[in-house]
């Protein structure tokens, strides 16, 4: 879900977010701005809007909406204001392969070692130090104690 710009605290899907997006384009251009809820403000802007998102959808059902809004939101692609735009294709692809490239690396980060907490603690080796002696000492004497009991 994306906030929409022209009117504060609506929530909206990807077709209408681009949709948004583009027809704030074309009103800049007119040096214009659009109004909150344009979208259902007359009948001559539902008609441009529906027709619109009807092309929105075509065109993301072809591209990902993630690199479809990239692209739009680029250095290269803020002056494009119509979805005919040929560079759109292009700004789209290279966004995509982006956004690929950053999913491969994703998929290659090793996975962390797993730790058997099962497993015994390795037996020690060498020679007992005193410090061992008296503590193994200080076991048997409180098993015969317990046992006693």
Known sequence: MYSSSS?????????QYITEILFSRQ???HNRV??????????????????SLMFVRKFLKIHSEEATIAALQSYEGRTIAYLQD???V???EKEQAKI??????????PEPVKVNEEARPMKAYGKQTALSKLRE?????????????
């Open 7 to 15: 009117t504060p605290g609506v929530q909206q899907y990807a077709p």
């Open 27 to 29: 009103e800049a251009k």
């Open 34 to 51: 659009l109004t909150a809820r344009f979208w259902s403000s007359s009948k001559e802007w539902k008609k441009r809007y529906r027709t």
């Open 86 to 88: 040929k560079r759109l």
């Open 90 to 92: 292009r700004l789209v």
């Open 100 to 109: 690929d490239a950053l999913l491969s690396n994703l998929a290659n980060v």
């Open 137 to 149: 000492l200080d076991g048997e004497r409180e098993r015969r104690e317990s046992s006693e009991d």
